[in-house]
Each structure stands twice: as structure tokens, then as C-alpha cells.
T-cell receptor, first 116, second 112 residues
Framework: AQSVAQPEDQVNVAEGNPLTVKCTYS??????LFWYVQYPNRGLQFLLK??????LVKGSYGFEAEFNKSQTSFHLKKPSALVSNSALYFC??????????????FGTGTRLKVLA | NAGVTQTPKFQVLKTGQSMTLQCAQD?????MYWYRQDPGMGLRLIYY???????DKGEVPNGYNVSRLNKREFSLRLESAAPSQTSVYFC???????????FGDGTRLSIL
């Protein structure tokens, strides 16, 4: 079965410190991976994606993610956290459906709290 | 630039009532999606439409119906609302394959 796991419900980090939000996946075929961020009472906003190419993907607002095929992981990182980065983060993977179309499976989300 | 617009933003229903959640996108995207978000469960796909004229069931379709009215609009209908359908509902759209989804700001639905 195709799935995404975010093992941490919450991550706390001090402002200025590096942050990592973890994601592992299980898909058949090549993985197409995404990270989104959600602020209170808003929809999800796209941060970055991995389709192919370099294992280190750079995205919006200084975020990056490292794709590791052998560990089936796609962890979100930022070298220096800001209080404004406090939000809910979702990892997602493209899944192939039996009808030949495509849909996306989301993880359960990780709440990031950056402490001043 | 509106992006994805959902109406209404909030709604309270009584058990057994019906209602339709509306979604419209102005980005000329082919694919549209309906998700529900519940605490601790992330986003779960209810229905999606890969292109105008087609719809497919997602992970949790029971109790819902959808209509892809045209390329811009994708509505979600609850025929007989149940308390278990209390949730935040998000509509999303995307263009070509492997492009990111664009989300609306959600409809917060409470069923008493």
C-alpha cells in the first residue's frame, strides 16, 4: 500500500537553531514528494517538491528537503528557525490509482513550534 | 488573484440536513480535489476529478457526492449530514501532473 508517515506529532526548536521535520514514504515506482505548510485557519501552501534530480531540494522561505531513496525518507530542513515558521507541516506523495489517474496521499502532519 | 475559492467558510447543520459545499478555481487547472481534515488524521481525500467530466472516489467517499460542473467548479454534497462529518473541508486544484496543489482556505462544518 502507498503511504506517508510523519512520526512526530510535534517538534519544538529554539529560534535560530536548525530544524528537521521527518517524513518517510512507501510507494510503488518512483516517488514524487511534496511538503506543504498550514497556518491557522488557512489552506495548505506549497513549500517544495522532489520529482527527480538532486537529492537536496530547495524551496520557499529558506526551507529545503533531503531525499534519501535507501531510507525512503524526505525530511524537511531549515538551517535557522524563525518564530514565524511555527505552523503545521504536511508531507505528501503522489499515488497512482487503479483508474490510471493520480492522487496525493498526505501524512498526518507535524506541528512545529519555534520558541523565542 | 483569487486562486481557489470555497463557500461558505462556516456552516452549522442539524443531523439529516443536506448541503452543498462550493469550490471554484480561476487558474485553468484540470484536476480538482476534496479533502477533509480532522485532528490527528491529516488530510484525507474524499473525491477527486482528474479532468472535466470525470470523478473518482478517494479514501473516504461514503456519505458524499460530487459534481464537476465545468472546468472551474467542483462541488461536494452531503445528502444527509451526520455528526461524524463534522470537519474542515478543503478543496484543491492542480495543473499538470506532478505540479503542486493549490488549496482554498476551507469550510468549517459542524453537524449537531
Amino acid at each position: 500500500a502507498q503511504s506517508v508517515a510523519q512520526p512526530e506529532d510535534q517538534v519544538n526548536v529554539a529560534e535560530g537553531n536548525p530544524l528537521t521535520v521527518k517524513c518517510t514514504y512507501s510507494v510503488s515506482g518512483n516517488p514524487y514528494l511534496f511538503w506543504y505548510v498550514q497556518y491557522p485557519n488557512r489552506g495548505l501552501q506549497f513549500l517544495l517538491k522532489y520529482i527527480t534530480g538532486d537529492n537536496l531540494v530547495k524551496g520557499s522561505y529558506g526551507f529545503e528537503a533531503e531525499f534519501n531513496k535507501s531510507q525512503t525518507s524526505f525530511h524537511l530542513k531549515k538551517p535557522s528557525a524563525l518564530v514565524s515558521n511555527s505552523a503545521l507541516y504536511f508531507c505528501a506523495v503522489r499515488a497512482d490509482s487503479t483508474s490510471g489517474t493520480y492522487k496525493y496521499i498526505f501524512g498526518t502532519g507535524t506541528r512545529l513550534k519555534v520558541l523565542a | 488573484n483569487a486562486g481557489v475559492t470555497q463557500t461558505p467558510k462556516f456552516q452549522v447543520l442539524k443531523t439529516g440536513q443536506s448541503m452543498t459545499l462550493q469550490c471554484a478555481q480561476d487558474m485553468n487547472h484540470n484536476s480538482m480535489y476534496w479533502y477533509r481534515q480532522d485532528p490527528g488524521m491529516g488530510l484525507r481525500l474524499i473525491y477527486y476529478s482528474a479532468s472535466e467530466g470525470t470523478t473518482d472516489k478517494g479514501e473516504v467517499p461514503n456519505g458524499y457526492n460530487v459534481s464537476r460542473l465545468n472546468k472551474r467548479e467542483f462541488s461536494l454534497r452531503l445528502e444527509s449530514a451526520a455528526p461524524s462529518q463534522t470537519s474542515v473541508y478543503f478543496c484543491a486544484s492542480s495543473d499538470r501532473l506532478n505540479q503542486p496543489q493549490h488549496f482554498g482556505d476551507g469550510t468549517r462544518l459542524s453537524i449537531l
